[in-house]
T-cell receptor, first 111, second 114 residues
Framework: KQEVTQIPAALSVPEGENLVLNCSFT??????LQWFRQDPGKGLTSLLL?????REQTSGRLNASLDKSSGRSTLYIAASQPGDSATYLC??????????FGKGTMLLVSP | DTGVSQDPRHKITKRGQNVTFRCDPI?????LYWYRQTLGQGPEFLTY????????KSRLLSDRFSAERPKGSFSTLEIQRTEQGDSAMYLC????????????FGQGTRLTVV
């Protein structure tokens, strides 16, 4: 059974800092990995999708990497802003397109 | 197309009542998923449809839960005889066909059972 772990559970940084969120998964046989953002009481917004054959994906200030063999992914956020404050969720697709999620990292960026 | 739409956004119900939620996926997405998320946890898979066929159900989906997608477009999730433990955010997602495509989520329906 696939298990996804996200570290840290919570992170507080001052505005402008670069930061890294970590995601690990137990079964490396995945189709892809997705990073999502969730604001309090809201749904999920897809940030980046990395296919199993890819090493990284970039969107604006976000960069996600994938090391499938070691079961790890990182989400790098450059020059953090208060508007980046949210919970970030990592999810792996191990087949049939159903996703297994971690519990998320709650990020607070203070002005 | 503005994305995946869910209705209602919030629902408060008394224990023992039945509730029904609706999800409208992105048009032409033939896969539709339901997930449940409790406070402080990541979403957990409940069930998924390929067009109108329900192809997989989680063990989380007890006999009190039923989901339909009658014409391969919108879907409904019904919970019968609600219990306090059913209180959660119910999320719907859709994706194009294929095992490696991106999933897009709606804003969710927050259910509170009192």
């Amino acid at each position: 059974k696939q298990e996804v772990t996200q570290i840290p559970a919570a992170l507080s940084v001052p505005e402008g800092e670069n930061l890294v969120l970590n995601c690990s998964f137990t079964d490396s046989a995945i189709y892809n990995l997705q990073w999502f953002r969730q604001d309090p009481g809201k749904g999920l917004t897809s940030l980046l999708l990395i296919q199993s054959s890819q090493r990284e994906q970039t969107s604006g200030r976000l960069n996600a990497s994938l090391d499938k063999s070691s079961g790890r992914s990182t989400l790098y956020i450059a020059a953090s802003q208060p508007g980046d404050s949210a919970t970030y969720l990592c999810a792996v697709n191990s087949g049939y397109s159903t996703l297994t999620f971690g519990k998320g990292t709650m990020l607070l960026v203070s002005p | 197309d503005t994305g995946v739409s869910q209705d209602p956004r919030h629902k408060i119900t008394k224990r023992g009542q039945n509730v029904t939620f609706r999800c409208d996926p992105i048009s032409e997405h033939n896969r539709l998923y339901w997930y449940r998320q409790t406070l402080g946890q990541g979403p957990e898979f409940l069930t998924y449809f390929q067009n109108e066929a329900q192809l997989e159900k989680s063990r989380l989906l007890s006999d009190r839960f039923s989901a339909e997608r009658p014409k391969g477009s919108f879907s409904t999730l019904e919970i019968q005889r609600t219990e306090q433990g059913d209180s959660a955010m119910y999320l719907c997602a859709s994706s194009p066909g294929g095992s490696n495509t991106e999933a897009f989520f709606g804003q969710g329906t927050r259910l509170t059972v009192v």
